[in-house]
């Protein structure tokens, strides 16, 4: 167990605009930040990171915590994980673990982590050295120079059957982290491991944070080495591991990430080199699929940095094809789609070196609606006067129509196919009504409105005021016992943070609450949804910005006093009900020595049974 102080002091040097800002866009909004929400869907931000409070709540699914916590539920690391990971980044050091410390202690993340770091720094040594001469000569033939291969750490693994396995098992790092990394294979007969990638330019795939998650390598021309890969596979890729998902990662993003927000615009082409070679060339905005089509998920984490999203392809790739086949899945998440084709069959890479930035910009100038670009494929060349080509043509233009499910978009392109073939919107709606129908497409609502904050009730704002405002915390604790605040999850905040927070630390010293990750996950959410929000703007649409002016020192006592008066009411009347309870008992059982006390006892009952 990590001691709870160094939790705390671990968090104090940590900065959680920072540290979320590495990974997600956030915009300022007023004293906080603000960001679409990484934990569910939502077209307007309800994701707000407090720097003052150093924690992140997301009014729309409720989600919150500190720094620990949002490494825990983005990056999936456990909690001593996230710990060690703001340790080593705030230059905390941590007393030693268990057992040594040594990598015995699994394989989770951060291992895995680890381990395709290490493995990166050998394939760079090794591109350096020596061994690295055939491989930088493939490099200076593509017209990469060191300065590409330093940004986009480039190496290369040796042509050896063991090259990276000696280097990280003499690390310590066991067989069965190395082969869960995929970075070795395990020998089919006899037992024991061998390197994945050998004789092979080596090129790292990173997360959006930039930490190494898996490679791509190369193949490389035959050297007179023993151990060059047999299958002769042009690209060979890490498999997926519990870090490394192809569909959800998009190769270069991490360096692309800020011009992809500045230009508003993404570029997306399919090959490692294509990308690097964009960015040689000042399209710093390129990212690369890695060997799928691209994903909603993938088409989601760019709309958190563009709206608009460029699709490269060279015209006779078959990727065009894939593109039809995934048309549905892209054009429903609600961004900008363009298609850009390279004439001539060119790659980006050799299009660029053949023909220039210049031209390469004109091309991407030229580029056309995606949607468009399928419905002119099906449109152009046909016979308006031929029924049955018009007809069967149409079938293809409903098919593409169909499935777009906002039905303001689809309208668009149903009245732009309208004037092109003169088949009328009419029959071309309902033709893409049965189409939906029978696809069993219902029309999607149009996005959830996000729930706003409820009302808070008297135990909610007293919290709330005890939480934010630490001089009212003696008055609200003489007021309120614990079992006077009847959500439970309330009720524990009331007791860590305002009862304990009265009797804690003097007045004036550095306040060290608990750190949050330590409670319980609802209590978190609860706990980061008061602290992010202003009560006295709920009701209001604008729920995460801060007011203009705190209230003042009468504001907060009228609110108070206001509450405390309403939950004594709730608390005398909860009272009277046992109390009436306890009397007809009393009643029926004949025991009139205890009704006598009973109304003895509590005058104000007798004048409630005086007058039912
Ligand atoms: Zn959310």
């Given amino acids: 167990m990590i001691p709870e102080s160094v939790v705390a002091e671990i968090l104090r040097r940590t900065d959680i605009v920072e540290l979320i800002g590495g990974v997600l866009p956030l915009k300022a909004a007023g004293r906080a930040h603000k960001a679409l929400c990484p934990f569910h869907t939502e077209k307007t931000p309800s994701f707000i990171v407090n720097p003052e409070r150093q ?324 449109v152009s060349g046909m016979d308006m006067a031929d029924p049955v080509q018009r007809a069967r043509r149409a079938d293809g233009l409903i098919e593409i129509l169909g499935t777009i499910d906002n039905p303001i978009r689809r309208e668009g392109y149903i009245q732009r196919v309208a004037q092109r073939t003169g088949i009328t919107d009419r029959s071309l709606l309902e033709a893409v009504a049965r189409q939906r129908g029978r696809a069993g497409r219902r029309d999607a609502a149009q996005a959830p409105p996000i729930p706003l904050a409820t009302l808070p009730t008297a135990e909610e704002q007293l919290v709330y005021i005890g939480l934010n405002y630490p001089a009212w915390r003696e008055q609200i604790s003489a007021a309120l016992t614990p079992e006077d605040v009847r959500d439970p999850i309330l009720r524990r905040i009331f007791s860590e943070f305002i009862q304990a927070g009265h009797a804690g630390p003097p007045a004036g010293s550095q306040e060290a609450p608990r750190p949050m990750s330590l409670l319980p996950p609802e209590v978190q959410r609860r706990l980061s949804s008061l602290w992010a929000r202003d009560p006295w703007s709920v009701g209001s649409s604008e729920f995460g910005e801060y007011p203009a002016g705190a209230p003042g020192h009468e504001e907060l006592r009228r609110t108070v006093e206001d509450c405390l008066a309403r939950i004594n009411q709730e608390r005398g009347a909860v009272e009277r009900q046992a109390l009436r309870q306890a009397l007809e008992a009393a009643d029926r059982r004949g025991d009139s020595d205890q009704v006598l006390r009973l109304l003895a006892e509590h005058p104000s009952v007798k004048r409630d049974q005086r007058t039912p």
């Avoid at 050295?129 to 291969?149: D, Q, V």
């Avoid at 800020?258 to 964009?278: H, K, M, P, Q, S």
């Fill in 55 to 378: 924690i992140f709540h997301c009014f729309g699914c409720g989600e919150g915590g500190d720094a620990i916590t949002f490494l825990v539920k983005h990056e999936r690391l456990t909690f001593p994980e996230a710990v060690r990971y703001l340790a080593e980044r705030a230059g905390v050091s941590l007393p030693a673990a268990r057992g040594g410390g040594g990598p015995a202690e699994g394989e989770g993340r951060l291992h895995l982590l680890d381990v395709q770091r290490q493995a990166l720094e050998h394939f760079r040594e090794n591109l350096r050295g020596p061994e690295g001469s055939l491989a930088r000569e493939y490099l200076r033939g593509r017209g990469l120079t060191p300065e590409l291969t330093e940004r986009f750490q480039l190496g290369y693994a040796l042509p050896r059957w063991d090259g990276l396995l000696r280097v990280l098992k003499t690390r310590g790092h066991p067989d069965r982290l190395l082969e869960a990394a995929g970075l070795t294979v395990a020998r089919q007969t006899g037992s024991g491991h061998y390197d994945r990638f050998r004789h092979r330019l080596m090129i790292p795939i990173w997360d959006v944070g930039g930490k190494v998650v898996g490679f791509g390598g190369r193949a490389l021309p035959p050297a007179a080495a023993r151990a060059g890969d047999d299958t002769e596979v042009k690209y060979l890729n890490s498999p997926e591991t519990a870090i490394y998902r192809k569909g959800t990662h998009l190769y270069g993003l991490n360096l692309a990430a800020r011009a992809i927000r500045e230009r508003n615009r993404a570029l997306v082409v399919e090959g490692y080199f294509d990308a690097i070679t964009l960015h040689a060339h000042g399209f710093d905005h390129a990212v690369a699929t890695l060997g799928t089509a691209l994903t909603t998920e993938q088409a989601r984490l760019l709309g958190r940095y563009a709206t608009t999203v460029v699709l490269l392809f060279d015209p006779d790739a078959p990727g065009i094809d894939a593109a039809r086949r995934n048309l549905e899945h892209l054009i429903n998440v609600d961004l900008d789609w363009r298609i850009v084709l390279l004439s001539g069959g060119l790659d980006p890479d050799a299009y660029l070196r053949t023909h220039g930035a210049e031209a390469f910009a004109a091309a991407l100038e030229a580029g056309q609606d995606l949607v468009d670009f399928f419905l002119d494929g099906r």
